[in-house]
Nanobody, 124 residues
Framework: QVQLVEAGGGLVQAGGSLRLSCSAS????????MGWFRQALGKQREFVAA????????YYLDSVKGRFTISRVNAKNTVYLQMNSLKPDDTAVYYC?????????????????WGQGTQVTVSS
């Protein structure tokens, strides 16, 4: 199990950028699949991105492909989500998530550890 703490949310204008970070406790961070989910007010939670423990494979929600980039630095126990060309539809609380197993990256119920969330607001 890991404890996850997100940072980097805020208010940005449409077309702008933000970088979210997620710091994880625990010695086994490098063995975890890491990801990001988001939930907008009144909407269902949705998968945003995931990265395997090696960092060699990444997965994205179709609507963020080409705009968002997930990365990790295992030596720092940190995963990042670089968000560019932000749109008002990206407004949501963003959650950092972690799990042990590969596969089913877009299924929230497969992730065992969740951060507290950070608010991202994109104004038009």
């Amino acid at each position: 199990q890991v404890q996850l703490v997100e940072a980097g949310g805020g208010l940005v204008q449409a077309g702008g950028s933000l970088r979210l970070s997620c710091s994880a406790s625990g010695r086994t961070f490098s063995s975890y699949v890491m990801g990001w989910f988001r939930q907008a007010l009144g909407k269902q939670r949705e998968f945003v991105a995931a990265i395997t423990w090696t960092g060699l494979r990444t997965y994205y929600l179709d609507s963020v492909k080409g705009r968002f980039t997930i990365s990790r630095v295992n030596a720092k126990n940190t995963v990042y989500l670089q968000m560019n060309s932000l749109k008002p539809d990206d407004t949501a609380v963003y959650y950092c998530v972690a799990k042990r197993n590969n596969g089913n990256y877009d299924r929230g119920d497969e992730y065992t550890d969740w951060g507290q969330g950070t608010q991202v607001t994109v104004s038009s």
